[in-house]
């Protein structure tokens, strides 16, 4: 049939159907479910059942579960792509996204404190510990990435600090990762993403 439309007809049929074709797409596409904006979590734990309703909201609920002289917990990443991470929460909830910089300094110390001593028991001194930044978060509750350090991963963005205490929490909505190097500590920082260096 198209071969009996002239030239400029068949031309214009073609502009049409790419166009109908890019709406639609375009359509499916806006319709994808995207990643929750953890910058602007209400989560209400005095309403479980409201968390219960919001993914981004699951480890405020998992906080809650425990005991309330618990200052720092740990669970199994439930991504079954990630085997082998361990997260470690505060209990403190913290108001928005729940960014690491909210915490008062001495719950931070704390939390950095048991995640790098359960880092070493799981890993020696091959560990690394990652905190991704509040666009690339999908969890707004505060949670810190264990695992293995990869091959090659060492750059030379960081700052070399003692201990845990000395770790600085970024305040611009970026995250960092921390690794052991000669008895000190290397802290990368400006990057989003930062969970990548640990092994899946």
Request: with cysteine.
């Amino acid at each position: 049939m198209t071969a009996m439309l002239k030239p400029g007809t068949r031309l214009c049929l073609l502009v049409l159907a790419i166009l109908f074709i890019g709406f639609g797409a375009g359509r499916i596409w806006n319709s994808r479910p995207v990643l929750a904006d953890i910058r602007a979590c209400h989560c209400d734990i005095s309403n479980i059942a409201a968390m219960e309703e919001h993914r981004e909201c699951s480890l405020c609920i998992e906080a809650e579960k425990q005991p309330a002289y618990v200052d720092v917990f740990f669970l199994k990443d439930k991504n079954p792509t990630k085997p082998n991470r361990l997260l470690a929460l505060p209990r403190m909830h913290e108001p928005g996204g729940h960014a690491l910089a909210a915490l008062p300094p001495e719950i931070r110390h704390i939390l950095w404190a048991a995640a790098i001593a359960k880092a070493r028991e799981l890993w020696g001194e091959d560990w690394a510990i990652a905190y991704n930044g509040d666009q690339r978060r999908t969890q707004c509750h505060t949670h810190l990435h264990i695992g293995k350090l990869l091959p090659g991963m060492e750059n030379d963005r960081f700052i070399t600090v003692d201990g845990a205490a000395d770790i600085p929490a970024p305040t611009d909505g970026t995250g960092l990762w921390v690794h052991p190097v000669n008895g000190k500590l290397h802290v990368h920082t400006g990057a989003q993403v930062n969970e990548f260096v640990l092994m899946r």
